[in-house]
């Protein structure tokens, strides 16, 4: 079983910048796959970029250009470098892992930008 811990969220005006953290139970070498996730008020749950134990990262078209997923294997954690961020980012953003087949999830950090 895998745990997943989610920090970096918050508040921030429009154009401004946060670093989402993820810290995992397990070693993420073991961890196929990691991702960060959000769902907006009243919206599905999407994807927002992801990253392989290989090191391959996929981002939604909306975060391109503007958000870095990155890895740190030795602290066991996974980052969402975010910047100018928009209005339309606000939501509650997820870790997420695949491990063995069985996908594991955080408990969320909200991220609130102002306009």
């Known amino acids: 079983q895998v745990h997943l811990v989610e920090s970096g969220g918050g508040l921030v005006q429009a154009g401004g910048s946060l670093r989402l953290s993820c810290s995992a139970s397990?070693?993420?070498?073991?961890?196929?796959?990691m991702g960060w996730y959000r769902q907006a008020p009243g919206k599905q749950r999407e994807l927002v970029a992801s990253?392989?134990?290989?090191?391959?990262?996929n981002y939604a078209d909306s975060v391109k250009g503007r958000f870095t997923i990155s890895r740190d294997n030795a602290k066991n954690s996974v980052y969402l470098q975010m910047n100018s961020l928009k209005p339309e980012d606000t939501a509650v953003y997820y870790c997420n892992a695949l491990f063995r087949l069985i996908v594991y999830w955080g408990q969320g950090t909200q991220v609130t930008v102002s306009s």
């Open positions: 990253i392989t134990n290989g090191g391959s990262t």
């Open positions: 397990e070693s993420i070498f073991s961890i196929n796959a």
